[in-house]
């Protein structure tokens, strides 16, 4: 299959997708300056995840950044994507994968011009809670028992960090059941850890409280139990939408994870 057709195949599916789910985009969206969509990408993972969904994104017209997470920890983490926020002006839609969630939680605090967050298969916490706490808090998680730790000298530390990766053998079965081996394995090969820190640090004031938010939901989620999202969707008030997926829903429905930035940008535009 060409690129060029790949691509139109992509976007009619979001606009299906965007049909069913009975989300629409005014005629008038089509022009006029578009929000900066900032993706933000969680542990295990970069930011390439959301190829698709940059390619899908920018062909509808929208500017694309997606930083590369720092991954270390949840203040400094957040610090680094609100400083990137610093950068752009005019209105922004902040999406976050997993521990993204976490981080666009805290780095939107201060920023007026975001005008939505958009948790894909993410964690949105509320002030003082962790991801690992809200993964164990309810059944489902695969992950813990599939992570390999590995230390890491720490600056100005006798005491080493602790980044986690997913073992190899477990990646497929655990982060991305719905897609190919072949890409499992790369994926698996070139993951970023997550440090303990960043996973076991509590989060600040959520800016879900001052800001609209959409939530995808993976029913097939192994990493962040579908309970877990869907307690903290509804705490948040976000609009929801379940897909039968995997953790990385943005990679394996693409689509779907498009139309629910769409959504958030016919709601508040």
Excluded at 154 to 173: C, M, N, Q, V
Excluded at 229 to 245: P, Y
């Amino acid at each position: 299959m060409t690129p060029l057709r790949r691509l139109g195949m992509l976007i009619t599916t979001c606009v299906l997708v965007l049909g069913l789910g009975g989300a629409t985009v005014p005629a008038s969206a089509a022009s006029g300056a578009k929000p900066t969509v900032v993706l933000v990408h969680g542990a295990f993972a970069d930011a390439s995840g959301f190829n698709d969904m940059i390619t899908m994104l920018e062909a509808a017209g929208f500017p694309v950044i997606a930083p590369a997470n720092p991954l270390r920890d949840v203040s400094g983490d957040a610090a680094y994507v609100s400083s990137v926020l610093d950068t752009i002006t005019g209105p922004v839609i902040l999406v976050g994968h997993s521990y993204g969630g976490v981080v666009i939680t805290n780095a939107a605090r201060g920023h007026d011009n975001v005008k939505a967050l958009v948790y894909l298969g993410a964690f949105a916490p509320d002030a003082g809670e962790s991801a690992l706490q809200l993964a164990q808090q309810f059944p489902g998680s695969e992950l813990g028992a599939a992570l390999v730790l590995r230390p890491y000298p720490l600056p100005g530390s006798t005491e080493p960090g602790i980044d986690g990766y997913i073992d190899p053998a477990k990646f497929r079965a655990v982060f991305a059941a719905d897609l190919p081996s072949y890409k499992t394995r790369q994926m698996a090969a070139t993951q970023r850890p997550g440090s303990h820190t960043g996973l076991s640090d509590g989060s600040g004031e959520p800016a879900w409280k001052s800001i609209p938010s959409w939530y995808l939901i993976p029913a097939q989620d192994k990493v962040i139990p579908p309970a877990a999202q869907r307690f903290m969707a509804g705490r948040a008030g976000s609009k929801v939408r379940e897909i039968n997926s995997s953790h990385v829903v943005m990679m394996s429905h693409p689509a779907a994870a498009t139309a629910m930035v769409l959504s958030a940008y016919a709601a508040t535009r």
